[in-house]
């Protein structure tokens, strides 16, 4: 018997679920593109997502997704042979540097375990040990959404200057971006990567990538940079097409436009907040889980989790059966399990909680709830009392938000 009825719920790690103001916001006609209100628009959005991203410099913007991000990062700063140092602890680090790869950079990987971030000395130590200097770049994710391993990014920027070495810091922040702090120019970030379907609560098809003046130099020599790709139009544009070498995302900017004003309207210092307050409750909900039986966070350490989204292994079958249940019976779509490789086995038993945009309390307790009873009814061992243990953090503000 499936009780699915209501509004169904997408806790996935993007798309994430799209307020009805941003999509109200998408719904009129297509505008004049020459002059007039879109054009101030996207002056306005291009400001505001300067302010999110804590950025100095510029924004650029594509009609892609979180993989266009990655290539026109790439192609914008390096040349074929050129080395880089990728941190990865993931899936998507992994993707990152396996792009680079395919378009013929040296790509040196320092890779983590998925449930422990490679440490900052290990960092420093590769570069110190880079005399010449070859490395032009250190790739790293904030969040890497197939393990939800959070990356200390200050850390990586300490490291760099540790060593005394010039390579670029470029950031991957696609799970993380307004979700998670990120002062680009206070931390000495180069480039910072989102797209509009995770914390921006916007239908996926806008890439982002936020650069700094540090980055032109690089940009200057960068032999695999092409037409469509170059960020020199897009960032500086005589004509306003050029932003985009092409047609605007006309309504993607009416969506960011909304989204925007919902977040500054909250505050941004808030949302920040309010992400890591339904993190730690679903942290204490696994707690709770995990004291019986083989349901577990990926990712030990409080201070390495995600606040967008958690991981969670469990034993063999369970994460699919449980998922099926809950989309099925409930109406509650889990994330799909990536499997992880660890260097010496492959982690593949897992699924996904996306605790990242537009969300409140109800949302993610009845996330939280469906995944209760479908424990429950399927037989999986668990611990009691873990909404229990979430809403006694709900009801504390979240005092223990670790
Ligand atoms: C979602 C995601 C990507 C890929 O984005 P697509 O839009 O699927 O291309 C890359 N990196 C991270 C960290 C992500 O969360």
């Not at 490395?135 to 060593?163: N, P, W």
Request: proline share 5%; net charge negative; charged share 25%.
């Amino acid at each position: 018997m499936t009780l699915a009825r209501g509004r169904d719920h997408l806790a996935i790690p993007g798309p994430s679920v799209f307020p009805d103001r941003v999509l109200r916001a998408m719904h009129r006609a297509a505008p004049n593109i020459y002059e007039g209100e879109l054009i101030e628009l996207t002056e306005s959005v291009y400001r505001d997502l300067n302010r999110v991203a804590g950025n100095d410099g510029s924004v650029v913007m594509y009609l892609g997704n979180g993989h266009a991000a990655w290539e026109a990062t790439l192609c914008n700063t390096l040349s074929r042979g050129d080395r880089v140092l990728a941190i990865t602890g993931g899936r998507f680090g992994q993707g990152w540097a396996a792009m680079a790869r395919e378009l013929g950079i040296d790509v040196e990987e320092l890779a983590a375990e998925p449930w422990r971030p490679v440490e900052a000395a290990r960092v420093e130590a590769v570069l110190a040990g880079d005399s010449e200097p070859r490395i032009k770049a250190v790739l790293a994710v904030q969040t890497d959404t197939s393990s939800s391993l959070r990356q200390d990014i200050r850390a990586l920027r300490r490291a760099i200057d540790g060593a005394g070495h010039p390579a670029r810091l470029f950031v991957d922040a696609i799970a993380s971006f307004a979700c998670e702090p990120m002062h680009m120019a206070d931390w000495g970030v180069d480039a910072v990567l989102a797209a509009s379907q995770k914390g921006l609560m916007t239908p996926p098809g806008v890439a982002l990538v936020f650069i700094r003046d540090t980055i032109w130099d690089l940009h200057a020599r960068a032999s695999l940079n092409t037409p469509y790709w170059d960020w020199r139009p897009r960032a500086n544009p005589e004509l306003y097409y050029e932003r985009f070498c092409g047609t605007a995302p006309t309504h993607h900017l009416f969506g960011l436009r909304a989204a925007l004003d919902m977040l500054f309207e909250e505050g941004i210092e808030a949302v920040w907040h309010r992400h890591a307050c339904f993190a730690t409750m679903i942290w204490h909900a696994l707690d709770a889980w995990a004291s019986v039986g083989g349901l577990h966070m990926l990712v030990p350490e409080a201070e390495h989790r995600s606040r967008a989204v958690t991981t969670i292994t469990t034993a063999e079958g369970d994460a699919r059966r449980l998922r099926d249940w809950c989309e099925r019976d409930t109406g509650v779509t889990l994330g799909l399990g990536l499997p992880l490789d660890t260097g010496k086995d492959r982690v593949s038993e897992l699924f996904r909680i996306g605790h990242m945009g537009h969300l409140n309390p109800p949302m993610l307790l009845g996330t939280l709830a469906c995944i209760d009873a479908g424990l429950k009814r399927l037989g999986i061992p668990h611990g009691d009392g873990a909404l229990d243990a979430a809403t006694r953090q709900l009801a504390s503000s979240c005092r223990d938000d670790r």
